[in-house]
């Protein structure tokens, strides 16, 4: 039963995630928190999304910008091991709150959806922007969500997004499971729920597929504002309620 629920929870949050550009783990987070614990989100959403990205990594292969990749990887691989190390070592309850206060700022950055940009990003901003947010997605599990604006200020929309991002990620995690194993923080647990979880969120992402191309660029845009706003939302009640 209980994997069951995570398959569903995967394909329900991975769904919304691929129209919105990120955040499916956001949806999952309080899920997970209440059904194995918190000490086992961070591990659990790296496996789930080891194996959701290769096939969406795929289905949009052919949108990948690769002058993103080429400053955002290297940056992300690096930030991915350094923030593991220092899960073991801290609480991060303090940076998921300051995530989450500027994330739940985000619709009044870009007024309402009725602007573009709100602020120029260069392509060499990626490299310490992927070491930042791989960083603190090791300590809290998720920060898909901060990454999304620098990427809608560089000009990337819908498909680009989305096929970056996954790409992006998958190396990531990938990173973040090998820094998890070898630092001790992974058990039988956390790989089944992660699995479970990863096989919904394939589905997700295949059924989201076909729905993107339906919706226009200012439909998409206003989606990934709502769901950062949401994301900082979530993590801020998380943050307050670890606190409390």
Do not use: C, H
């Amino acid at each position: 039963m209980l994997y069951a629920g995570l398959i569903l929870a995967g394909l329900l949050a991975w769904f919304i995630s691929t129209l919105t550009a990120g955040g499916a783990a956001m949806l999952v987070i309080p899920v997970l928190g209440i059904l194995l614990g918190v000490e086992l989100v961070a591990p659990v959403l790296s496996v789930a999304t080891v194996i959701a990205n290769p096939a969406r990594a795929l289905m949009f292969r052919r949108f990948i910008r690769m002058d993103v990749i080429r400053w955002l990887l290297p940056g992300s691989l690096l930030g991915a091991v350094l923030g593991s190390w220092l899960l073991s070592r801290s609480n991060p309850v303090w940076i998921q709150l300051i995530l989450g206060l500027l994330l739940s700022s985000v619709m009044l950055q870009y007024r309402f959806g009725k602007s573009s940009y709100s602020f120029r990003v260069a392509a060499w901003w990626f490299l310490p922007i992927g070491l930042g947010v791989a960083g603190l997605s090791a300590l809290t599990g998720a920060t898909g969500p901060v990454l999304n604006p620098f990427l809608l200020n560089y000009g990337l929309i819908k498909e680009d997004m989305v096929g970056t991002k996954s790409f992006n990620s998958l190396f990531m995690q990938l990173t973040k499971v090998g820094a998890y194993m070898s630092l001790g923080i992974m058990s039988q647990q956390a790989w089944l729920a992660g699995l479970a979880l990863g096989f919904g969120a394939i589905g997700g992402s295949y059924f989201a597929k076909r729905q993107l191309v339906r919706i226009t660029a200012t439909q998409f845009r206003l989606g990934v504002l709502i769901m950062m706003t949401i994301s900082g939302l979530v993590m801020l009640a998380d943050a307050l309620r670890r606190l409390l």
